[in-house]
């Protein structure tokens, strides 16, 4: 079995700094896409990040130039790098792994359970 445990929530003001990490427990031979997504209140789930095995990223428009992505395979852990936050950045952060595999098994996505992110002043 395998599960991604998401920390470094927590309250900022506008304009300052976070870093999230998500961890894969269990046995991991293989993570192929890791990213970052989040729920904004009363709106729907979004894509926030991603990076592929190879290194590749993808941002939301929203956070271009703002967050940055990156893992660290040899810890099964992928990173997200918040600077200059703003009150719409404000949801819960959740962190999916694609194409995992564990022992002899695999899963096609695992989800985190979340991590709130408020940013105000």
């Known amino acids: 079995q395998v599960q991604l445990v998401e920390s470094g929530g927590g309250l900022v003001q506008p304009g300052g700094s976070l870093r999230l990490s998500c961890t894969a427990s269990?046995?991991?031979?293989?993570?192929?896409?890791m990213g970052w997504y989040r729920q904004p209140p009363g709106k729907e789930r979004e894509l926030v990040a991603a990076?592929?095995?190879?290194?590749?990223?993808n941002y939301a428009d929203s956070v271009k130039g703002r967050f940055t992505i990156s893992r660290d395979d040899a810890k099964s852990t992928v990173y997200l790098q918040m600077n200059s936050l703003k009150p719409e950045d404000t949801a819960v952060y959740y962190c999916?792994?694609?194409?995992?595999?564990?022992?002899?098994?695999?899963?096609?996505?695992?989800w985190g359970r979340g991590t709130l992110v408020t940013v105000s002043s």
């Open positions: 999916k792994a694609e194409d995992v595999v564990v022992g002899s098994v695999r899963y096609i996505a695992v």
């Open positions: 269990g046995t991991i031979f293989g993570l192929n896409t």
């Open positions: 990076v592929t095995s190879r290194g590749s990223t």
